[in-house]
């Protein structure tokens, strides 16, 4: 059902950022949340039950209700932050994705039960996200945290600190700087 495909301008109507503009994949059927302009990267659904590991699809490309009460919202921010931080990296320091490859990240939303972090994964060339714990913490999509977990995939390939003691204090140290560069660069006043 995927042969046909193109991309396409839908709406995020983000937790964190507010309504902004999402790259989206144009299926048979609607919608789904790819995004070809930028390497393909896409979002799914790490939650367990009904839809887990599916990628999110949508049939009239407008994704969540600014709000945790639908659980899209969230794929939404993880959707928003990868592509900003895409465009930072490509308009800043002129690189073509994490691996300057021009290929996409997935990101992995509703990971965990009451998991209040996010984490980037070589395995899977993966950002993934947890819900928070429900008090304190919120889901763990926003801007900064993205640019923070993609920085980590960049570090990776360019500087190669190895995440232990005072090489894994620089990686961390890096990944908080181009999180926050991020977001300035963003300039998003919702946020």
Not at 13 to 22: D, I, Q
Not at 66 to 75: E, G
Not at 150 to 155: F, L, Y
Request: with cysteine.
């Amino acid at each position: 059902s995927n042969r046909e495909s193109a991309a396409a301008n839908g709406t995020g109507k983000t937790l964190y950022s507010g309504n902004v503009a999402l790259g989206t994949n144009s299926v048979t059927g609607g919608f789904e949340l790819r995004d070809p302009s930028r390497g393909g990267g896409y979002t799914i659904n790490a939650a367990t039950g009904i839809g887990s590991g599916q990628i999110y699809k949508d049939t009239d490309n407008t994704w969540g209700n600014n709000a945790a009460s639908d659980p899209v919202s969230t794929a939404a921010d993880a959707q928003f932050g990868v592509a900003t931080t895409w465009d930072y990296y490509k308009q800043v320091h002129g690189r073509s994705g994490i691996a300057n490859d021009g290929k996409g990240a997935a990101s992995r939303v509703h990971y965990g039960r009451k998991y209040a972090n996010a984490f980037w994964s070589e395995e899977c060339y993966c950002i993934t996200y947890g819900d928070g714990d429900g008090r304190i913490y919120g889901p763990m999509v926003n801007l900064d945290i993205t640019g923070h977990e993609i920085s980590h995939g960049v570090t990776n390939r360019t500087a190669g600190l190895l995440y232990s003691g005072e090489s894994g204090g620089l990686n961390e140290a890096t990944s908080d700087i181009f999180g926050t560069m991020v977001e300035f660069y963003a300039d998003n006043a919702t946020d």
